[in-house]
């Protein structure tokens, strides 16, 4: 027997109403839930026309063992029907809304001379709320802002007309610092209060001009009283709206409490963007993220989008720019798809913002991968290598120095099989004459893991030393003088063949050349011998700098090393003019460096 005679029976008694619609599956759970404009035709679109119906969705369809729905009055009360279902059931197979945060709000408590804060909980207590917002940063700006407008109080005290007169409060700290006008002992009256508070609730509607006027009212009203100072501290806290303004986006002063949005997906990803327009301004915006499980419509993934962000930002605006037509929900709104002008330019914006959100996501994806498939390599290594434990921490080292001049050292470090740079370090050679890699190599694994020892700090997992049996037994040494053989591998990479040699062990080990493990440990030896050779070159052109100078009368060390630091080699001081000279050195000893180098141009 068909096992879904029984839910296309169950189909032909569906109403051709509005509603919701719950698929279940042999446990009772509810899969997925839609909605519908006309509940039998969009159910029974399901089990109808197989053939060319999605895999994902075939394979939703066939755990369908019951059908559930509810019957609106229209499509708008089954989108937001929709919406809470979903978020409260979060079925397997529905788009998953993946930011299901709480939003920072500004309120103005209800109180005498009320107190003006951030706050994540909206109270119904008659206060004001302004938001949400979607960025606490904005949150922070704002109210930066206010404090340097307006002067307000901060305190708790009920500051009622019978509590003042019968002068219960004193002025506190704020209001010797400029932060507070006093009102707690009659210093400011409400009247004078609420004239700020307008002005700030203008501020947070994005009614920005409107206590620009005001302001610029009060400044010339100081200005024709030959009131300067007062004048001018107006004047500052106008230049400081303006620039909070100047950083918005403006676009038409005629356009006024829109909701913008757009849709965009990429690679899988899908964004929905919101961008609220106050007064020609955008005030507000933020991205929606969708996981869309079985590749729903984009009019249906963007209405429901839509729904979601317009209920949490709580907007009752009645004009809407949208991307595409998104059919008849919302018929209370006024909805345009536009082709030019101001409001295509939103659109771009808005689209600009969901194409960037959505670019950084697979920027994540790809870092993602990249740590995963090093996690892969690290542990191939451990196999190849035969080591006790995954090297996720390897430290490389290299001797630098040609014909014995200037012996220097590195060491490179990579965490996770990626370069930790700032934890590289570069070595002079202090207790070594000549040419000799091996005494080099012994002194600076010595100094490097004396010194983690010593600070405490954590030891790497393995060592590679650039060079074959020599230079690893040298190493070897300062590894067993600080007793720590037993904690840590090390290896040697001899650069002709790339044979790797373990210790106490004459038969390298040859890894294949295309190896992914030898692939990272030659990235770890080229780059301690780039970053060692980059070391070399900048010591023996500061030391050919100053050779150069050695036999110039009146040039001592000091003035050496100004020039170093301000011309960096011997080129840059042939080339530097007189008077930079004398800015650097004064005029004498410059005169004296410009004649040795041009004496014979």
């Known amino acids: 027997m068909d096992i879904f005679t029984n839910i296309k029976e169950k189909i032909k008694g569906l109403p051709d109403s509005p509603g919701v619609y719950q698929f279940l599956n042999e446990k009772n759970d509810i899969i997925y839930i839609g909605k519908a404009k006309n509940l039998k035709k969009r159910v029974s679109s399901y089990f109808n026309n197989t053939k060319s119906t999605q895999y994902k969705v075939k394979l939703m369809v066939n755990k369908i063992r019951g059908i559930d729905y509810i019957i609106v009055e229209n499509e708008s009360d089954a989108l937001l029907l929709e919406n809470n279902l979903i978020k409260k059931h979060k079925p397997r197979y529905n788009v998953q809304l993946k930011d299901d945060k709480t939003f920072p709000w500004i309120c103005i408590k209800k109180e005498s001379f009320p107190r003006v804060f951030s706050t994540r909980k909206v109270i119904k207590d008659g206060s004001e709320y302004f938001g949400p917002f979607t960025s606490s940063i904005m949150v922070r700006t704002l109210l930066d802002l206010i404090k340097q407008i307006y002067p307000l109080r901060t305190c708790k005290l009920n500051l009622s007309e019978e509590n003042i007169k ?32 307008d002005q700030i609730r203008n501020i947070l509607k994005g009614n920005i001009q409107e206590a620009l006027v005001y302001m610029d009212k009060i400044m010339r009203k100081y200005a024709n009283e030959l009131k300067f100072e007062d004048a001018e501290r107006v004047k500052e806290k106008i230049n400081i709206i303006e620039k909070f303004r100047s950083k918005s986006t403006i676009v038409n002063p005629k356009l006024n409490n829109i909701d913008v949005f757009s ?95 959505i670019n950084e996501r697979i920027r994540q994806k790809q870092i993602f991968v990249r740590k995963k498939n090093k996690t892969k390599v690290l542990d191939n290594i451990r196999k190849d290598l035969h080591l006790s434990q995954t090297p996720e921490h390897i430290e ?21 099989g990626l370069p930790s740079k700032g934890e590289y370090r570069h070595y002079n050679i202090k207790t070594v004459s000549g040419p000799d890699d091996y005494a080099s190599m012994e002194e600076i694994v010595y100094r490097r893991y004396y010194r983690l020892i010593k600070e405490g700090r954590e030891l790497p997992q393995l060592i590679i030393v650039d060079g074959g049996k020599g230079q690893l037994n040298a190493a070897l040494k300062s590894i067993k003088k600080l007793n720590i053989s037993g904690n840590i591998s090390i290896i040697g990479i001899a650069k002709r063949l790339e044979e790797i040699y373990f210790p106490g062990d004459p038969i390298p080990l040859y890894l294949d050349k295309r190896s992914e493990s030898l692939k990272l440990i030659q990235q770890l030896r080229n780059e301690a011998h780039r970053f060692g050779i980059d070391f070399h070159r900048k010591k023996s052109e500061k030391s050919m700098l100053k050779s150069g100078l050695d036999a110039l009368p009146g040039i001592g060390e000091k003035t050496k090393q100004l020039l170093i630091n301000r011309f960096s080699d011997i080129n840059g001081i042939r080339l530097a003019s007189k008077d930079e000279l004398v800015v650097c050195v004064g005029r004498k000893k410059a005169e004296i460096i410009f004649d040795n180098f041009h004496s014979f141009d």
């Open 166 to 197: 019968e002068k219960k409060f004193k002025v506190c700290l704020e209001y010797h610092i400029g932060n507070c006008m006093g009102p707690c002992e009659g210093k400011e009256s409400a009247e004078e209060y609420m004239i700020k508070i």
């Open 396 to 416: 490389c080292f290299d001797n630098s120095n040609i014909q014995g001049d200037y012996p220097v050292a590195a060491c490179v470090v990579f965490r996770k």
């Open 263 to 357: 849709f965009r997906r990429k690679e899988g990803i899908i964004a929905v963007n919101f961008l609220k327009v106050s007064n020609g301004a955008v005030i507000k915006s933020h991205t929606l993220e969708l996981l869309d499980k079985l590749n729903e419509p984009e009019d249906e993934l963007l209405a429901f989008a839509i729904t979601d962000i317009r209920f949490r930002m709580r907007s009752n605006a009645k004009d809407m720019i949208l991307p595409f037509n998104i059919g008849d929900v919302f018929p209370e709104i006024n909805k345009v798809v536009p082709i030019r002008g101001d409001k295509r330019k939103l659109l771009n914006l808005s689209q600009r913002n969901a194409d960037f959100f």
